[in-house]
């Protein structure tokens, strides 16, 4: 990926990796194999000579890959770490039924949240904030809560839960909204305040991604 960005950057947005394969390809195969020693002298002067110097420094060598700088180049901004907060439904997990009904299918890593709301295993999920669930919108539905959702305000879910006699019967389950910590590694985000040439190199990156 850093070198695609690096000789789409270095060639206006003309010259990428796959350029780069199919030249490597004309002049090598099976009958004329590479020398391991020569390969990053010989792909510097089918590109840029800032193209050996990245593969000595960052492949051949011990450095790790600038991936922050070379990211920005696309106008995306890169985070190794990401430590914030964010709802959350109660760290439960679901699942289609045999009728494509959405169940509560595990309960083992429940937080105090999902403890408030009093969810059950094999709980049937009806309906979220008013938002009917079907067998395909549920994730839809948590992200469209998690948008307008306010800390302290209730979340209520209509599920179908058995009684006693194991007949299924409506049961309204309500708590106040809560935000717990959330660590993310790896974040990539867009820039919203990218450059034109930004801009430009990224539409050049990822259209070259839809041709591949």
């Known amino acids: 990926m850093c070198l695609d960005i690096k000789l789409l950057q270095l060639s206006a947005g003309k010259y990428g990796i796959l350029n780069l394969i199919a030249d490597l390809s004309k002049k090598y195969g099976k009958d004329q194999p590479f020398k391991d020693e020569a390969l990053f002298a010989e792909i510097g002067k ?19 890959l600038p991936l922050e700088e070379i990211l920005a180049l696309v106008g995306v901004n890169f985070s190794p770490l990401v430590q914030d907060s964010t709802f959350t439904l109660g760290r439960i997990s679901f699942e289609l039924d045999t009728d494509q009904r959405q169940r509560i299918s595990n309960l083992s890593n429940m937080n105090a949240f999902g403890r408030a709301m009093g969810y059950q295993v094999n709980d049937i999920i009806l309906s979220l904030n008013g938002t009917e669930i079907t067998a395909s919108n549920l994730d839809a539905a948590i992200l469209d809560l998690y948008k307008t959702a306010k ?49 430009a190199l990224r539409d050049s990156w990822l259209l070259e991604k839809i041709r591949a």
């Open 151 to 199: 800390v302290g305000e209730p979340m209520q879910m209509v599920v179908l839960r058995k009684n006693a006699a194991g007949v299924e019967e409506k049961v309204s389950l309500s708590a106040p909204m809560v935000k717990v910590p959330r660590k993310r590694v790896n974040v990539l985000e867009f820039d919203a305040n990218a450059s034109a040439e930004q801009l």
């Open 46 to 64: 089918l590109t840029y000579p800032e193209i050996r110097i990245f593969l000595e420094k960052y492949v051949a060598g011990n450095q790790a």
